[in-house]
């Protein structure tokens, strides 16, 4: 009977990995037009009652021509999610419970209209818009009584207040005078800023509670609904610093915000101010090491809203924490870490104590929603795009399926963490994704794919251009090169001021070390990247001549060229000091002087209103390699800004990466 038994397992055994094997050979490659279809979810908004979460979801309209988004409730036991918006009317975004639980409200905007709040009966019935303010609200929280709202607003333009006259109308010269001047998909800054309002819903004119030549951001009510904490760089020279502070203002404040209680006085970045339930402690996250600019690790803060010292916690934790909330008890802070090519959900006493893992392992949460013993992170894995889920009783279960009626009828690639020591014995890890059907004993074209930044990391997450490249039988390599997030301030502050130099030697040992493996094949290399992943690729072109094609999307590559044009001009003066008296280092660093050992043959591409990394840089590169008479190629998108919207574009790239990598790497 035992020896039956034995053999039918066995035989069981071999069926399912038969059929396994089977079932992935039978489902398609993974195509542009599925990658095209991928909807992003966002906003995970748990309900009050805990019996519903709200997100919303954002998908191409390849015909139309952009992005449609649509919000959405989904029981929180699981169950068949309800559209509450239709995706060609609104364009809703920044989804909110009431605090009875009986309404969902949204921001959104009709055609030719300015976005404003609108709400709906969660029980059925059409949307009814809740404000009507000329120039837009662009962010809002409910009052924890539910009878009063908290809106942030722009000061209205002239032409916003008087939209009919045909004067305003027309299109008017930038007058600048602002230190910061320009930032990429703004535009050139004017000295409107965004101020927050009191608004009690029936009432028609919202009542402004702060003011000034300042912006506020990330407000906050308290539990008793008398105060509201917001953060906002309030120097006198507020262009010049990198300083934000965290700010009370009482919500029965009558005097436009003059009056106000300044929270912390760290001159550098404090932020994401999060109130105890009782109203005596505000969580928020600091940067302490201003030196260090955005290489320095992000720390979670207390302190007593009454006034006092501020106590780091965690803080043997050299790991950036994001988005600190406090339980409903108050006992716990939760937030997310950064974590060797992870992100997670941590939480630690108030007192500092009991620090502890609380959603881990090998995935990338972005976001999530915490409503008394519930959490919807909102979770990518190597081969989903991010969905919601529900964590509650330590048990994690997955709650949308937005994208699975496509990626289950296409093949997946395998996803593998790679460890191995850099020139000088520096550890570093990074991800391998492997073609479909891989088999070691061949040897595979390999992409290396640079990410951007420099300060983030691959982490378990859905990368589309490798599954696109893993699906057209390349090998892609994602390494977290030093500058990269999620190791430590140490890590990644070593590319201060020496950009291209050791990230240079750590993804090269990355190429290095899958060649060893024996299915790398070393003839048949491409490199390239987005942003940062654009100005690494420039270093390695300049450096190297191993690969057989590049693709080098909206980087920079003579820097001095930059100061003044792109919206970086704080930290270029803050890293490599002002062009004039620190040339040297400025034209040391520019891989633009070194363009004549470039014979890649490379692909330059960026947005034509870029002012992240502006254009100007690969038309610089892309002259420099058409005079010396080297392969090249300038693709500019027109009126498009650092990432790309137009789905138009969107797909247009991807199909020139594969062109470009398939005509000279593979």
């Known amino acids: 009977m035992t020896s039956k038994i034995l053999k039918f397992s066995c035989f069981l055994l071999l069926f399912l990995i038969y059929f396994e094997g089977y079932s992935q050979e039978t489902k398609k490659l993974i195509a542009i037009d599925d990658l095209m279809k991928l909807k992003s979810v966002s906003n995970s908004q ?45 364009g809703a975004s920044q989804p909110r419970w009431s605090p009875d639980n009986k309404y969902l409200s949204f921001i959104a905007k009709q055609p030719e209209e300015k976005a404003q709040v609108w709400l709906l009966n969660r029980n059925g019935g059409d949307a009814q818009q809740l404000t009507k303010i000329k120039q837009g609200v662009s962010g809002y929280e409910w009052a924890p009584d539910g009878k009063r709202l908290l809106l942030s607003i722009k000061d209205p333009k002239p032409e916003e207040l008087t939209p009919d006259k045909e004067d305003d109308k027309k299109v008017k010269p930038a007058v600048i005078d602002r230190l910061q001047f320009k930032r990429d998909n703004a535009g050139y800054l004017d000295r409107y800023r965004t101020h927050l309002y009191i608004f009690t819903p029936g009432d028609s004119v919202p009542v402004q509670i702060t003011s000034g030549d300042f912006d506020e951001k990330s407000p906050a009510w308290s539990p008793d609904g008398k105060s509201i904490a917001f953060v906002s760089n309030r120097t006198d020279n507020a262009d010049g610093n990198s300083n934000t502070d965290i700010w009370i203002v009482a919500t029965d404040n009558l005097d436009k915000g003059k009056t106000l209680k300044q929270l912390t006085t760290n001159p550098n970045a404090d932020e994401s101010p999060a109130w105890s339930p009782d109203g005596k402690l505000i969580a928020y996250t600091t940067i302490i090491d201003a030196k260090a600019m955005w290489y320095a690790t992000q720390k979670l803060a207390v302190l007593p809203t009454a006034g006092g010292a501020y106590t780091l916690l965690a803080n043997e934790l050299d790991r950036n924490i ?50 008394s013993t519930m959490i919807a992170p909102l979770l990518a ?58 088999n070691p004993k061949t ?112 980087s920079e590559s003579l820097y001095r060229a930059n100061y003044g044009h ?41 947005g034509s209103n870029d002012w992240n990394v502006p254009i100007l840089n690969s038309e610089q590169m892309y002259q420099a390699m058409k005079r010396l008479g080297r392969e090249t190629l300038l693709v500019v998108y027109p009126e498009e800004s650092h990432g790309l919207e137009r789905p138009s574009f969107i797909k247009d790239r991807y199909e020139r990466y594969l062109k470009w990598f398939d005509s000279h790497v593979k």
């Open 46 to 90: 748990i309900s009050p009652d805990g019996k519903w979460v709200a997100y919303t979801t954002s998908e191409a309209n390849l015909k139309k021509d952009k992005a449609e988004t649509q919000l959405w409730m989904i029981p929180a036991q699981g169950g068949e999610a309800i559209p509450m918006t239709s995706k060609e009317f609104y």
């Open 322 to 371: 994001n988005k600190p909330k406090f339980s409903q008890d108050g006992k716990l802070i939760y937030f997310l870490i950064e974590e060797n090519g992870t992100s997670i959900i941590g939480a630690i006493d108030p007192s500092g104590e009991k620090l502890e893992s609380v959603i881990k392992g090998e995935f990338s949460i972005s976001d999530y929603s915490l409503e």
């Open 381 to 438: 894995k190597s081969n989903q795009p991010s969905e919601i889920y529900l964590f509650k009783n330590n048990d994690l279960k997955k709650l949308t399926a937005v994208n699975d009626e496509i990626l289950n009828k296409v093949q997946k690639p395998s996803v593998e963490k790679i460890h191995f020591k850099s020139e000088d014995g520096t550890n570093i890890e990074g991800f391998v994704v492997k073609p479909l059907g891989f």
């Open 443 to 554: 040897k595979y074209p390999v992409i290396l794919w640079l990410h951007g930044g420099p300060v983030s990391q691959y982490e378990f997450d859905f990368n589309e251009s490798p599954q696109l490249f893993a699906a057209n039988g390349y090998v892609t390599l994602l390494i977290n090169p030093r500058g990269s997030s999620g190791y430590g301030q140490p890590f990644s502050e070593a590319l201060f001021a020496d950009w291209g130099n050791k990230d240079y030697q750590d993804v090269m040992a990355g190429v290095d070390y899958v060649i060893a493996q024996g299915y790398a094949d070393p003839n048949r290399l491409g490199v390239g990247g987005w942003s940062y992943g654009g100005i690494l690729t420039n270093y390695v072109i300049t450096k190297t001549n191993r690969f057989k094609g590049a693709v080098s999307g909206a």
């Open 566 to 606: 792109d919206h970086y001009q704080l930290t270029w003066e803050l890293e490599l000091g002002l062009p004039w008296e620190n040339a040297e280092l400025w034209e040391k660093l520019s891989p633009f002087n070194n363009v004549a050992n470039i014979t890649t043959p490379t692909l330059w591409m960026g």
